[in-house]
């Protein structure tokens, strides 16, 4: 047990940072004086004493983090930052005479750190202020990783970040090393992350979103997270100029962050461009929206231009994992919306701030099984699989096997746990794939038109450990589960 006192230390630490975040949502209420601003300084209170406690408790436990602390570190924090960020919405729902019930407050936090965008929440139009800006601003704490902003901030925690850095990297890029030292590497993320957020605020506040509307949906929109202050979502403004700025950073945002770092580093894009994962993820998400868009106008929903409107912008919002909608897509021929979730495993790249599977596993995937078809007609042929320039290691290689093994187990045995629960299986299959891939609107009775909140709190619970999974990438998770882990 001793062994865990350094995790619980910067467990700690980071509690009380995640507690000095809430002073956003509490400077937001204040100045538009929303009516709830007593909700948050007793929130900030709550966590920052805990988080106090924590540290104060293990304070002469600095040693370096181990492999493994790594992972028990990443799990606590996904799994009890919710806690914390469902406090205040809990306090808000009470401050007005409703109830808001522990299983939905913290489903709601999940979603929004894990970047999901899934909601339980009603009439988001008549909600204070300051529980948006909230919900908003979780999802682009999440976006880049808590940990990974923790890991920028490392000498701080008086540990190395390496081994949170490789915990909580997205994707089969958990040894990549962009400088010398790996809390270079973070801010360095961090940094080009900031100027995604900034430009995205401004081009969104100049094309006539409100200051604080420019906010919430830049939060949302670089961390491809998609939570939104209305019920309409983005349809909200009606507007192809705001859809087109929105289309632009969700491409973007779904690209490797370590290739805009290294572009910005040595000042030009030639590398950026010729790399096999950035150009797989925009000639899908392109091609996956303009074949949405050409059915939607072969069928006669829209004409040519709304077709490329409506077709382009929903299905790039759901490939990337973002979930805006801009209209109720359940609505049209049924390939859309079931194509539309099927993109939504594989077209963000590792290292994005998107969910699903990463487009550098299906490109090893595909390259692993055209070796395999080449054996089939010249066994003794010697074809190492190759990811542009680079032959990938074998480590590597099954490390994707099994992965996508454990990820098509979760999917299924999630899946069928909610069908034990009587929900029918389009709405079942598509909530469970929605969570893992951390899109939000599924299908069926949680399609983009309605919420969560149609579930029972057991099924809500299944979902929510479905986002967790997903955002862990299932065998952090998993690993904690095995007897292998606990040995010294």
């Known amino acids: 047990m001793r062994d865990l006192f350094p995790v619980l230390r910067v467990l700690g630490v980071l509690l009380v940072f995640f507690a000095c975040s809430m002073a956003v949502p509490l400077a937001v209420s204040w100045f538009v004086q929303d009516g709830v601003w007593q909700a948050w300084p007793a929130a900030m209170l709550t966590t920052m004493v805990v988080g ?88 682009w704490l999440g976006g880049m990783g808590i940990l990974i902003l923790a890991v920028a901030i490392m000498p701080l925690l008086g540990v190395g970040g390496s081994q949170l850095f490789r915990a909580e990297a997205a994707g089969p890029v958990k040894d990549t090393k962009l400088t010398p030292r790996i809390t270079s590497t973070a801010k360095g993320l961090w940094g080009v992350y900031a100027v995604f957020s900034v430009s995205c605020f401004a081009a969104f506040w100049l094309a006539g979103m409100p200051p604080l509307e420019a906010m919430m949906h830049m939060f949302t929109t670089v961390s491809l997270g998609g939570l939104s202050p209305h019920d309409a979502s983005f349809g909200y403004f009606r507007s192809p100029l705001l859809e087109g700025i929105a289309f632009i950073f969700m491409v973007a945002a779904s690209c490797n962050f370590a290739l805009y770092f290294v572009a910005m580093r040595k000042g030009h894009w030639r590398g950026f461009w010729r790399d096999p994962e950035m150009r797989a993820t925009v000639g899908v ?31 790039v919002s759901v490939a990337t994992t973002t979930g805006f909608a801009t209209t109720d897509y359940l609505t049209w021929p049924v390939f859309a919306p079931v194509f539309m979730l099927i993109l939504s495993g594989m077209a963000t790249s590792a290292g994005s701030t998107g969910g699903g599977i990463k487009m550098m596993r299906m490109l090893i995937l595909f390259s692993q099984a055209r070796r395999e078809l080449t054996r089939l007609v010249h066994p003794r042929a010697v074809q190492p699989v190759v990811l542009g320039a680079r032959v990938v290691d074998n480590r590597m290689i099954f490390a994707v096997l099994a992965y996508m093994l454990v990820y098509g187990g979760t999917i299924v045995l999630l899946s069928m746990v909610l069908m034990l629960t009587d929900l029918d299986p389009i709405t079942a299959v598509s909530a469970v794939i929605a969570s893992v891939h951390c899109v939000g609107p599924g299908l069926g009775a949680v399609g983009p038109a309605s919420t969560y909140a149609v579930l029972t709190d057991f099924q809500i619970w299944v979902c929510t450990l479905g986002m967790l999974l997903g955002r862990l990438e299932i065998l952090s998770f998993l690993a904690l589960l095995t007897p292998a882990f606990w040995r010294r």
């Open 52 to 139: 106090l406690l924590l540290w104060l408790l293990m304070r002469q436990h600095k040693q370096e983090l181990h492999p493994r602390h790594g992972v028990i570190l990443v799990t606590l924090v996904w799994v009890c930052l919710p806690l914390s960020a469902a406090l205040p919405m809990m306090l808000i729902y009470h401050q007005q005479g409703e109830h808001l019930s522990f299983t939905h407050a913290y489903f709601e936090a999940v979603s929004g750190l894990t970047t999901s965008g899934a909601s339980v929440l009603r009439n988001l139009d008549g909600l204070p202020i300051s529980l948006h800006i909230w919900r908003t601003f979780l999802q």
């Open 285 to 315: 998400l392109l091609c996956g929206g303009l074949l949405v868009s050409a059915l939607l106008w072969f069928k006669g929903v829209y004409d040519l231009l709304d077709a490329l409107r409506y077709g382009m912008f929903n299905a």
